[in-house]
């Protein structure tokens, strides 16, 4: 089914027509629409087209209301103020325009694909070989899989990436320990869980580096295996295999827990550009980008400078000849746009790195990597708070672990479903099944309903709340539709823009109307706290719609169709849009 023109464009249309024909020059021209308290639209344009026509904007106003035909779409306009349009639509066709979402049978309730749909690579959820993943990883993981499906959804290409750490010089401590104690590691990978890999990672991460610090033969013996790594030694590399198999075990478990789905080939570590570093280093130098100074490749920038006024460069590689992050982040750029034909540049990452990303892209666009045709951008986040506002710590003043985390967050949540379960009839398995959905969702809302760059507490107790603005307030909303429509009986939800609609249906309605158009500009700002802020507003006018508009105990059975239908279509639209941020919308709740 083709896409539903929303009520916004049409008004809009017929606006332009009449602003066109009482304005010639006007043609083409915005007329400024938006959402009002005052009316179901105000039109602010005429103001500055009028002061550009040297013409009296309310005389103005007023000439374009006089050709305006109201009926179908528009009900009524009025002149507000010194030439502002107050418009109200039809009810007719608040109705018909719904109904075309309703009966869209390819799921997408009317929303159409983005204009010019390019291939966006995106970099996110960047856990450590043989580390524990931490609270610092959730937002990346969180904000990063919400955007996949946003993009994904208007039509983009998305070509994921997780950028795991997996190489470096702890290698050589960790290769050279497994090496001379070769059965630390084994077991069947079948049946091993994600917690018991971590457990033996962490284990005999401590025990070699207690024999590196403790060690001087060991440690050199580490060092060289370092050597050996970068150098490509075959026994060395099916080691430090047997270390990313290991860890891949774990995070595959974490990302589970998250309900996030992560695929094999789509963790390209930064061992993955290994074989590039060389070439990045000799075209930057060949071109002039890179200088060396003091024995180190550097890039510099007129307007970076440390507290004491000297230049910060961006190190691509050291003066012992090895290579920084800029190598691995510049090679991958290569790797990005010219193998992977990406339009645009998507790196989820923490606000604390936004120095040493402008700097890569900037020496990206120098080399000609990135131009005009190709966008990169970071998609930068603050910090997990605790409730002190203070960065997130056990009470030991360690960082939080996220399976930890997962796991309390999905605790609290079944506690709270058990309570209402007898009411609902929810049985054993679905309270198990539901508490994780809530639990899970409660972590994902708090991030993605604040907006990415800002910090944000985290409060389990306020996140697993029936009330306020949380997605357990949504998912309620949600279950408490499907309740209705099991209890419907023989009716059936069927639009009759026939009938006049309630106050609370026309705000309800409206606000429906706005999906397609939130969900295209929340994924080109890549925002998605603004779909978030949405669903709680689309939640919130559902419970007036409640308190106001009996649903199966309405005036006649047209009237009970008619408001059936408004709820199932909101249920829908509410199911799609939180399916967008990642988080289930379970039946029963």
């Known amino acids: ?54 013409a009296n904007p309310r005389e103005l106003a007023t000439q374009v209301v006089s050709g305006i035909v109201t009926g179908e779409v528009i009900a009524d306009v009025e002149v507000s103020g010194p030439g502002f349009l107050n418009i109200t639509v039809a009810d007719k066709a608040i109705t018909e325009n719904l109904a075309a979402r309703y009966a ?39 904000i990063g899989d919400a955007m996949v499906r946003l993009l994904e959804f208007t039509g983009e290409n998305v070509v994921r990436r997780h950028h ?27 049946e091993v869980s994600g917690e018991e890999a971590m457990s033996n990672l962490d284990r005999l991460y401590k025990t070699a580096r207690k024999l590196f610090d403790s060690d001087e033969e060991f440690k050199t013996r580490a060092r060289r295996r370092v050597v050996d790594l970068q150098a490509g030694d075959e026994k060395t590399l099916a080691i430090w295999q047997k ?29 993955g550009y290994n074989d590039m570093l060389a070439e990045t280093c000799r075209l930057l130098e060949e071109s002039g980008v890179a200088v060396r100074s003091e024995g180190a490749l550097c890039v510099f920038f007129d307007d970076i400078k440390g507290p004491e006024g000297n230049p910060v460069p961006l190190i691509v590689q050291k003066s012992d000849g090895g290579y920084g992050y800029a190598a691995t982040d510049l090679s991958a750029i290569r790797d990005r746009v010219f193998n992977l034909k990406a339009s645009t540049l998507l790196y989820v990452v923490d606000a604390r790195q936004a120095l040493h990303f402008r700097m890569v892209f900037e ?22 708070l605790g409730k002190d506002g203070k960065p997130f710590k056990t009470r030991e003043g360690e960082t939080v672990k996220l399976e930890n985390l997962l ?72 279950a408490r539709i499907q309740s209705i429509l099991r209890k419907a009986g023989e009716a059936r939800p069927a639009a009759h823009p026939e009938l006049a609609l309630a106050p609370a249906e026309r705000a309800l309605g409206l606000h429906l109307d706005q999906f397609a158009e939130t969900v295209l500009e929340v994924a080109a700002a890549r925002e998605p706290h603004k779909m978030a802020a949405y669903l709680y507003q ?13 649903v199966l105990k309405a005036d006649s059975p047209a009237q009970v169709e008619n408001r059936l239908f408004l709820v199932d279509l909101t249920a829908r639209t509410l199911h799609e849009g939180m399916a967008l941020l990642g988080i289930r919308t379970p039946d029963k709740l």
Not at 17 to 28: D, N, R, W
Not at 114 to 119: D, F, L, N, Q, R
Not at 252 to 260: A, G, R, T
Not at 365 to 376: F, H, I, P, Q
């Open 1 to 54: 089914m083709a896409s539903v023109t929303s009520l916004s464009d049409s008004v809009q249309q017929h606006l332009a027509s009449a602003l066109s024909a009482a304005l010639p020059e006007a043609a083409g021209a915005d007329p400024l629409l938006r959402r009002s308290d005052r009316a179901d639209y105000q039109a602010n344009g005429i103001l500055a087209l009028a002061k550009k026509a040297k």
């Open 104 to 142: 869209d049978d390819t799921g997408r309730l009317g929303v159409p694909f983005a204009a010019h749909p390019g291939t966006t690579v995106i970099d996110y959820a960047q856990p450590n070989v043989a580390k524990e993943m931490h609270v610092g990883h959730l937002r990346s993981a969180v």
């Open 164 to 190: 795991i750490g997996d190489w470096g010089t702890q290698f050589g401590m960790l290769i050279q320990y497994l090496d001379e104690h070769p059965h630390e590691l084994d077991h069947k990978e079948s």
């Open 243 to 271: 270390f990313v198999d290991e860890s891949k075990i774990y995070f595959f478990s974490v990302f589970d827990k998250l309900d996030m789905e992560v695929r094999d080939p789509d963790i390209v570590g930064e061992s």
């Open 363 to 384: 020496t990206a666009r120098r080399a000609g990597w990135l131009n005009d045709d190709v966008t990169a951008l970071q998609l930068a986040f603050g910090t997990v």
């Open 407 to 478: 796991d309390e967050a999905v605790e609290r949540a079944t506690a709270v479903v058990r309570e209402k379960a007898e009411k609902v009839g929810l049985t054993e398995d679905e309270i198990v099944e539901n508490g994780r959905y809530v639990g899970v969702g409660a972590v994902k809302y708090a991030d993605l309903s604040t907006s990415a760059v800002r910090d944000y507490k985290f409060d389990l107790d306020q996140m697993v709340s029936l009330n306020g603005d949380t997605s357990v307030y949504l998912q309620y909303a949600y």
């Open 538 to 550: 689309l939640a919130s006018l559902l419970t007036s719609f409640y308190d106001q508009c009996p």
